[in-house]
Every structure is written in structure tokens, then in C-alpha cells.
């Protein structure tokens, strides 16, 4: 048997805790500054200009992206500066709140073979060939992109994406590009930032993987890299440019899908689909033990008077949660079957004396809820959601991390509840599974 507090003294010492709490964030600072684009596995897209607030909150709530490319700084953009009306420090902090990540791109000089198209509005700068000019070109761009990292609120430790556009391979050229590449990276790294590297799979990619492979003399290579191939398969291989072995510790971005039109939630982008594994990727954290018993099982069974085993101390524990039990044990007594009727009639149901899935899933789903959970996200709300799938009659994978096991349940779920079809996790779905409502 193990014992737990009453619920009387548990709700003492939550007011107590909540008074120290609030104390707390009244003297607390403001949210820390975003570091881009941070830990994680999973979807992003870039579009020329930053959506609005009203375009980025629907697709928060109903897209698989969890992550947004922005254009922050550069001379060639064909997005500048002047045709960004919504980018602002409080834009990427209203954003990184609300959940999202960044991936802010510089478009500078380009490779000095480059060929402008002579119809574009931007015609791009190209750096020099000489080396001396093409690295202290490189320096110049770093500590351009380092005031708009600053401008616009990232904290150290953010990356910065040099964007340079296909190019027609030579030796000439591409020793002028990785000369670029070396000093813009040793400038950010210098300055508290990371490098990154957008280009096309066989253009600056293969270049700067080349370089890898030769181990170029004092090349310094960029943190991640982000490859240009439209393959339309969303994951990080580098295909033919890029070899499995670089960039290999979660340092890749791929873009796999370009200049698409994508709606959510009636609000349409055009964009570039990206997937992501940067960081330490998508990293599931421990599950916790609430009264010190475990809480997930591939299946939560009927239990009643007389049943033993380590689900009945879970459904205890549950119920001690909130309010209904002071005793966790494995044996469903007497007591157990009051409480559980207690709580049945606090949710407006009928007694039954045993278990239901609805009274499984509306208990394990029970909980404070996140603004949304999609494809990447980790934390113990992902723990919560994935058990109370499973109570509701589906089969999400146990991970901690919401993936595409998880995915599908959703999917699955959202169908079965009149939902609209997208995959992710956000108060309508909340507020169906709290409500005991199954997947049939």
C-alpha cells in the first residue's frame, strides 16, 4: 500500500505553492529571448515575407509546422527589408510563445559564377574571386546578420542561414565559396553564433562537402546545412550531394518540396516545405510516476470489485489526483469502487462500479493542456495524450515523442469525433478526450 497525502493537505500546500508561484513570475524577467531554431525533428516550411499574426496563429493550431523560415538580413533578398511589413522583435516573440521555431536566413553575396536572372527586381552581389576580398566579404555579411539577430530578438547561440543560389560548379568558384563560408562561420562563432549553410544539393553543398571529405586545410566548416533537393520526400538524406557521414549529428535541413501553395485552416502561403533534425532532434523526456506507480500500458483494461495488479493502483493514483482517494494500492476494494462512482458523477455519469474506456480516457487525459502539440513535439503533455489515445481504443506508439504513430492516432481520432482532418493536438481534441469521448 502506498500512502499519499490527503487531499486537504495537497490542497494546502498547492495554495501555498501557488502563492509562491505567482510571487515568483511577478518578479520574474520577460521570456527569455528564442535560440534559433533549437532541439528538434520534424516539419518547417520558408516563405518569402513573414506571414501575419492572424495567418501564423491558424497555421499554429492546424499545420504540421512547428518551425518558419525567415529572411532577417542580407543585400540580395528578393524579401527585404521594405517588403516585410509583419517582421519585428515582438513578431518573433509573440511567435516563439506561441510555440514556434526559427530558421533565420541571410542572403548576401553570391558565389562570383553566379548569373543573375536579368528580369529579377534583385539583382544579386556577387563576392569576389580574389581570396582576401571573398573572406573579408564573408566577415561583413556574419556581422550583418549578427544585428539583425540582435534586432529582432535571438538570443547567442542562435543560427544564421547563409543562403547562397545554385551556381555552375568550377575550382575557381567554389574555392572562392568556401573561402566565404570559412571566414562568415569563424565570425559567428566568434561573435556566440552558429553557421549554417542553405544551398542547392549541387551547387554549395557539394562543394563545402567536398571540402569535408578532402579535410580542407584550416577550413572551418559551418554547424549545419541546409540542402536544396526537390525529391518530395520529407526527410534529412542528402541524396548524391551530401554523404551520410557529414553533418550527420542532427545538422541537417532538407528542402525537399518548393514554391507550393498550402492551406490551413482557410489561410493560404506559398511555400517551401523543410524538414528538420537540428539540435539534439525531438528528445522525449522522462515519464513521470505520480504516486510513485507507472501510468503507461498498451492497453488500459475493465477493472472491478476484486481486480489486482499494477492498473488498479494506476486508476487509484488517478483518482487520488483529483481529490477522489488517499490510498494507491493494486487492489480495487470497496473504496475504490465509491470513489470511482464519485468521479463518475462529477463528470455527470451514471454509477457503474467499474471501469469504462470513456472514464480511462477522460482520467489519463485530465491535465493542464499546451496550446498545441504536432509532429516533433516532446514533454509530458505528449506522455498524456499517447496513454489516453491508447485508453480511447487506438494504438499510438508509447514514446514521448509525437510521432507518426501518434500522427495517425490523431488523425484517427479527429475523424471519429467529426473533427477536421488535420494532425495536430489542440483544445478541441483536449476537450473531447477530457470528456470521456472514445475514438468509436
Not at 325 to 354: C, I, Q
Amino acid at each position: 500500500m502506498r500512502m499519499v497525502p490527503s487531499p486537504t493537505s495537497r490542497l494546502t500546500i498547492a495554495g501555498i505553492l501557488t502563492g509562491l508561484a505567482a510571487t515568483f513570475l511577478l518578479s520574474s524577467p520577460a521570456q527569455a529571448a528564442p535560440r534559433a531554431p533549437g532541439d528538434f525533428t520534424g516539419h518547417g516550411f520558408d516563405a518569402c515575407v513573414a506571414p501575419t499574426q492572424s495567418v501564423m496563429d491558424t497555421w499554429n493550431l492546424r499545420s504540421p509546422y512547428s518551425v518558419i523560415g525567415i529572411y532577417v538580413s542580407g543585400s540580395s533578398r528578393y524579401c527585404g527589408d521594405a517588403y516585410q511589413p509583419n517582421l519585428s522583435k515582438a513578431w518573433v516573440a509573440k511567435n516563439a510563445a506561441n510555440g514556434w521555431r526559427f530558421l533565420p536566413i541571410h542572403v548576401g553575396r553570391q558565389a562570383p559564377c553566379f548569373v543573375n536572372n536579368p528580369k529579377s527586381r534583385v539583382q544579386k552581389k556577387r563576392m569576389s574571386y580574389t581570396v582576401s576580398t571573398a573572406r573579408s566579404q564573408g566577415r561583413a555579411d556574419a556581422a550583418e546578420t549578427i544585428a539583425a539577430l540582435v534586432k529582432f530578438g535571438f538570443a547567442k547561440g542562435s543560427y544564421s542561414y547563409l543562403d547562397l543560389e545554385w551556381y555552375s560548379r568550377t575550382t575557381k568558384c567554389d574555392n572562392a565559396v568556401l573561402e566565404f563560408v570559412d571566414a562568415w562561420t569563424e565570425y559567428l562563432h566568434s561573435h556566440g553564433y552558429k553557421s549554417g549553410v542553405y544551398s542547392s544539393g549541387s551547387a554549395a553543398i557539394a562543394a563545402i562537402d567536398a571540402a569535408r571529405k578532402a579535410e580542407r586545410k584550416g577550413f572551418t566548416k559551418p554547424d549545419q546545412l541546409w540542402i536544396a533537393w526537390t525529391n518530395k520526400i520529407a526527410n534529412t538524406d542528402g541524396g548524391p550531394y551530401l554523404a551520410d557521414e557529414g553533418w550527420a549529428n542532427h545538422q541537417r535541413i532538407h528542402q525537399y518540396h518548393n514554391g507550393v501553395d498550402v492551406t490551413y485552416g482557410g489561410k493560404t502561403i506559398n511555400i517551401d516545405k523543410d524538414y528538420l533534425d537540428v539540435g539534439k532532434g525531438s528528445v522525449a523526456v522522462q515519464q513521470n510516476l505520480p504516486c510513485d506507480v507507472k501510468m503507461s500500458f498498451t492497453s488500459y483494461p475493465a477493472l472491478k470489485l476484486g481486480s489486482k495488479g499494477p492498473e488498479v493502483a494506476t486508476l487509484e493514483c488517478l483518482l487520488h489526483r483529483q481529490g477522489f482517494v488517499t490510498e494507491v494500492n493494486e487492489s480495487f476494494g470497496s473504496g475504490t469502487v465509491k470513489a470511482l462512482d464519485a468521479y463518475r458523477a462529477s463528470m455527470g455519469w451514471a454509477p457503474v462500479g467499474h471501469t469504462t474506456r470513456a472514464a480511462w480516457t477522460a482520467l489519463l487525459s485530465h491535465g493542464t493542456n499546451p496550446r498545441v502539440l504536432k509532429q516533433g513535439s516532446v514533454g509530458h503533455s505528449v506522455w498524456r495524450l499517447q496513454r489516453a489515445l491508447i485508453a480511447s481504443g487506438l494504438k499510438p506508439k508509447l514514446t514521448g515523442k509525437y510521432d507518426s504513430s501518434t500522427v495517425a492516432a490523431v488523425k484517427a481520432y479527429r475523424k471519429a469525433r467529426g473533427l477536421t482532418q488535420y494532425s495536430t493536438t489542440e483544445s478541441s481534441v483536449w476537450s473531447l478526450l477530457q470528456r470521456g469521448k472514445t475514438a468509436d
